[in-house]
């Protein structure tokens, strides 16, 4: 069964801490992966996608196929990343995205 | 442009009313989906549109939910009758064809008394 799974409900650093909010997924096949971030009072919102490979407000996530996991990492947090982050996949036959329950980042000052 | 808009952004209903919440795409995205995340789960996918046909409705919970997108528009979803476990927060978002980045609306808060 396709799955995503992030761990962490809350993650809490401080401001300038390096940030990794944990994907894991299962898959049988080659899955697009995604980040999606909801600012808070904003709409959900692409964040990045593996197949881009591409670094956004400082975030990376790189895909690792031998242990099914696509981390996203940031070296040092702001305050303005806090929100709350999804991590998904999109099957390739049906063009549907199957979220994980999501974590929140909270960055203190 | 306007993004993705989603009508109305909260409802109150009783149990066994019916509620009928309303999506408005990016104007030319023919993909339309709906999704919904209920408190403390995930967002899971409901169905998706490829303009006025139903693409894919494995998400629909059961047949008291019916989606409509006549004439490859807005869409609706119907709750009838609604349920306790029905409320949650309804997501719409579109894409354009061939582009697999969705477009998200900010979401109708469904609360079932």
């Known amino acids: 069964a396709q799955r995503v799974t992030q761990p962490e409900k809350l993650l809490s650093v401080f401001k300038g801490a390096p940030v990794e909010l944990k994907c894991n997924y299962s898959y049988s096949g080659s899955p697009e992966l995604f980040w999606y971030v909801q600012y808070s009072r904003q709409r959900l919102q692409l964040l990045l996608r593996?197949?881009s490979r591409e670094s956004i407000k400082g975030f990376t996530a790189d895909l690792n196929k031998g242990e099914t996991s696509f981390h996203l990492k940031k070296p040092f947090a702001q305050e303005e990343d806090s929100a709350m982050y999804y991590c998904?996949?999109?099957?390739?036959?049906?063009?549907?995205?199957?979220f994980g329950t999501g974590t929140r980042l909270q960055v203190f000052p | 442009e306007a993004g993705v808009t989603q009508f109305p952004s909260h409802s109150v209903i009783e149990k066994g009313q019916t509620v009928t919440l309303r999506c408005d795409p990016i104007s030319g995205h023919d993909n339309l989906y709906w999704y919904r995340r209920v408190m403390g789960k995930e967002i899971k996918f409901l169905l998706h549109?490829?303009?006025?046909?139903?693409?894919?409705e494995s998400g629909m919970p059961n047949n008291r939910f019916l989606a409509e997108r006549t004439g490859g528009t807005y869409s609706t979803l119907k709750v009838q009758p609604a349920e306790l476990e029905d409320s949650g927060v309804y997501f719409c978002?579109?894409?354009?064809?061939?582009?697999?980045?969705?477009?998200f609306g900010p979401g109708t808060r469904l609360t079932v008394l």
């Open positions: 549109f490829v303009k006025e046909s139903k693409q894919d």
């Open positions: 978002a579109s894409s354009p064809t061939g582009y697999n980045e969705q477009f």
């Open positions: 593996h197949i």
């Open positions: 998904a996949l999109d099957s390739y036959n049906t063009d549907k995205l199957i």
